[in-house]
């Protein structure tokens, strides 16, 4: 049972739509992540928030639009995507994104979109 | 740049053991990472390397040389359920994660 939940697990959408992923950790975790896993790439970090704050945006198109209301929560608010945005996108957390962590990211179980 | 650099896939048999290796140039080190990600599922913490040498945690070993910027994964009595992707991370000067494109492993009975 992961600490992290991601929801939903699958979407499908047109490239036209509005859609949100939401992602939720109980761990305590002062810093939450999105990354996006495409097949045989490496993870690619997208936002970071620490405290509730942004500290990163590794030049992700403004069609990805993240939210942090509180510590515990994490959205990615989605528009006008492309096909090649198709791919597993994953929450992670961890304790705080400055500092040290011997065991690395807590993560969720991503949600797989397709845009058609 | 920085660069993890980890075989695409591997295949091994069921009871057999499987070495998947690791090598980095990245800005700094603050750790060496294994994660276990089954299809469809979120990647899970298998062991943490920051100083030299063999890091054992029951059939999985970890093996890190910061000279070398080397690293394996070493699944020893292997099964079914070891077949999933093994994703090598490595914590740089700004304890960011720089991640390497992950090794799918095949168990055959």
């Known amino acids: 049972e992961t600490g992290v939940t991601q929801t939903p697990r699958h979407l499908v959408m047109g490239m036209t739509n509005k859609k949100s992923l939401k992602c939720e950790q109980h761990?305590?975790?002062?810093?939450m992540y999105w990354y996006k896993q495409s097949a045989k790439k490496p993870l690619e970090l997208m936002f970071v928030y620490n405290f509730k704050e942004q500290t990163e945006n590794n030049s992700v198109p403004s069609r990805f639009s993240p939210e942090c209301p509180n510590s515990s929560h994490l959205f990615l608010h989605l528009h006008t995507l492309q096909p090649e945005d198709s791919a597993l996108y994953l929450c992670?957390?961890?304790?705080?994104?400055?500092?040290?962590?011997?065991?690395?990211?807590?993560f969720g179980s991503g949600t797989r979109l397709t845009v058609v | 740049g920085q660069n993890i650099d980890q075989p695409t896939e591997m295949t091994a048999t069921e009871g057999a053991i499987v070495q998947i290796n690791c090598t980095y140039q990245?800005?700094?080190?603050?750790?060496l990472f294994w994660y276990q990600q089954h299809a469809g599922e979120a990647p899970t913490f298998l062991s943490y390397n920051v100083l030299d040498g063999l890091e054992e945690k029951g059939r999985f070993s970890s093996f890190l040389s910061r000279s070398k910027g080397y690293s394996y994964l070493l699944l020893k009595e292997l099964q079914m359920k070891d077949s999933a992707s093994y994703l090598c991370a490595v914590m740089d000067s700004n304890y960011q994660l720089i991640w390497g494109a992950g090794t799918k492993l095949i168990i055959k009975p």
């Open positions: 992670a957390s961890s304790q705080d994104a400055g500092t040290h962590s011997f065991y690395g990211y807590t």
């Open positions: 990245t800005s700094g080190f603050n750790g």
């Open positions: 761990l305590g975790h002062n810093a």
